[in-house]
Each structure stands twice: as C-alpha cells, then as structure tokens.
C-alpha cells in the first residue's frame, strides 16, 4: 500500500525544480486522420500558427530554466508533436511505446532511436500497448498507468516488471480523455510532498476511490476545465503551463501557491494534445 500525500494545500512556498524536455517540432502537423473525438479533418489546419504556438511553448520551458531537447520531426508522421507519447523514461530505466493506432506506429521507433543514442537507454521496447507518458505519470513514489482507450492494462504489468515498480492502475471512461494526462496533472513530483489535479469525471469509481486513498488533499477540477484540455498541463512544482481558456482552474491553482503560465496551443488542440502532450520528461 503507497503511503497517502500531504496536504496538498499547504501554504509553504512551492518550489520549482530545473527539468529536461525532449519535443518535437510540428513540422509536418495536419488533421488527416480521425483517433480521438479532438480531430476532425473537415476543419483545415494553420500550420504555420501551429509551429508559431510550439515555439512559444518551447521557449516559455527555456524562459523558465528548464532544458530543452528537439527531436527532428519526420515527413509522413504528422502526430509526432505530441512527444509524451514517444516514452516513459525515469532513473530505473527508459520504456519505449507501441501504439493502438497503425498511423502513429512509425513514431515509437523515432523516439527510442533517440534515446538510445542520447544516453537515456537501452529502450525496452514494448510487448504490449503503451503510449508513453500519456498514460503513465511519474508521482513521487507513485507511478499511475491509464488504461481504456489506448494502453493496454497488460501494459502495465510489464512497466512495473521492466522498472521494478508498483504501479497504480486507473481506467479511464469518457472517450475525450483518451490518455490519462488529459485528465489528471502531476504539480509536484517531489516523493516529499507529491500533488496532483484531476477530474473525476474521467475515472470509473474504483480508479476515484484510489487517487482518493493515494491523494486526499488533491485538487478536483471541473468539467468546463478538462472539456478544454485544461489537465493537460506542465508543471515544475511551481510554475504550471497549461491552456489560456482554463480559467477556473488558474484560479485554482493560485490558491494552492502555484504560478499558473498560460500558454496558447489551440491549433495543436485540434490533434488531441495540449503542453503535456507535447512533452516529454527526460528523467535520470
């Protein structure tokens, strides 16, 4: 049994702590295909403001003190922006992706090549369905797995084996929130003091009754702000870059001591992803 956080609430001063990113630049993006109830190729794409918005993001991270790392985007993968799903990678090793998707398969090998060549492997590459850090959030002492939609809960067995940790397992039910990083925030990772938003809605009972038992200080958030990607955020530990329209949930988090850092990613949102998507965690 994981032992339950602290009072997420306190007032102390939250701190922020320098990370390293791996993204990907949405070179070739575009809506041509239909996988989640996000995209819709009736509606055209603006590409050059999608690669305008990515840069912001990307240079909104750096403004920040974190480390960025681009991996080259390739021609015929138009997904690739959405870097969370390329990997899980932590101290006790790197897990590549195999997705639900045919059209986004060429992507796992991408990633794990770079990886790979960039000191963050050997990359175990999956047997069963995993789409990286879209379902499997780093909490702590705490790893939590979505399952539902896209990865497989198998999945999650075989994480636990190839890292030597527990895993938590949450199922997630309403068809929007396909990946668990669009319904549940990491705010702090530090085993000391973990945080994290969510919103129920998107869970089944059990998964609820277990973030609950894990979380119970943890910040609920409301439909109006999941139903703009507002949980698929980025977070320090004290700056949180999320979604301009997320309003309610800004508020939210000034109030528990953190610097919420809007950034705009609304032609991105139109494949499905917003800053969390778009980033992977480079743990070692």
Known sequence: MSTPSHDGT?????VARPRRFLMCAPEHFTVSYEINPWMDTATPVDAGRALAQWHQLRATF?????????LPAVPGLPDMVYAANGALVTPQGSVG???????????????????DEHGLGPVHRP?????????????GEHLLAGHGFRTELAAHREVAEVLGRAVTS?????????HLDTALTVLDDDPEHPDVAYFPGAFDEESQRALQELFPHAL???AATAQVLGMNAVSDGRHVVLSPRAQRYAEQLTQRGYVPVPVDLSELLRGGGGAKCCTLVLRR
Request: glycine fraction near 8%.
């Open 10 to 14: 306190h007032p102390g001063e939250r």
């Open 62 to 70: 750096e403004r920040l003190g974190h480390e960025v790392e681009v």
């Open 97 to 115: 992706v195999r997705f639900t998707h045919p059209e986004r398969a060429g992507e796992a090998e991408a990633y794990a090549t770079w990886l």
């Open 127 to 139: 047997v069963h369905v995993n789409e990286g850090e879209g379902d499997l959030l780093v909490v």
């Open 170 to 178: 949450l199922r997630l039910v309403d068809p929007r929130f396909y």
């Open 220 to 222: 609920r958030t409301d």
